[in-house]
């Protein structure tokens, strides 16, 4: 089955194994799906990745997903789709929004590449919010 938004499929994935409990997730890789990973994983918000170049047509991402030694608790709360095939949504580099007044980050797709909210405003340009993590 082909999927539609295969970055809402990433973190619904992430989502799910987390629900699961699992400590590990596979996912098809694209350029997009890396750049989030580096981000997330630069963030503190998951434990380590794998790039497996050799699997598939374009390779698979195995993410360790991160819990809280004691609570047993995932570190990322939340994980949602901002701008979608159906709606996308840009922001200005002076709009970009913040997440839980800066306690989450926004993952931003720019003209220089995927980067966080507060990395666009540093490197003053917009683009298309993609997601946020908290």
């Known amino acids: 089955m082909a999927v539609t938004d295969p970055i809402a499929d990433y973190l619904t994935r992430i989502r799910n194994a987390q629900g699961a409990g699992h400590k590990v997730v596979d996912i098809p890789a694209s350029k997009m799906k890396k750049a989030i990973t580096k981000i997330l994983y630069d963030q503190g918000y998951i434990l380590k990745y794998k790039f497996d170049d050799d699997a598939g047509k374009q390779g698979i ?27 996308r949504h840009y922001s200005a580099k002076d709009n970009i929004p913040r997440t839980i007044n800066g306690l989450g980050i926004s993952i931003v797709s720019t003209s220089k590449g995927v980067m966080t909210g507060k990395q666009a405003v540093k490197e003053n340009v917009g683009g298309e919010v993609v997601c946020y993590v908290y």
């Open 61 to 87: 991402i195995k993410i360790a997903i991160k819990y809280d030694p004691i609570s047993k608790i995932p570190v990322i709360r939340k994980l949602g789709r901002i701008s979608k095939p159906g709606l």
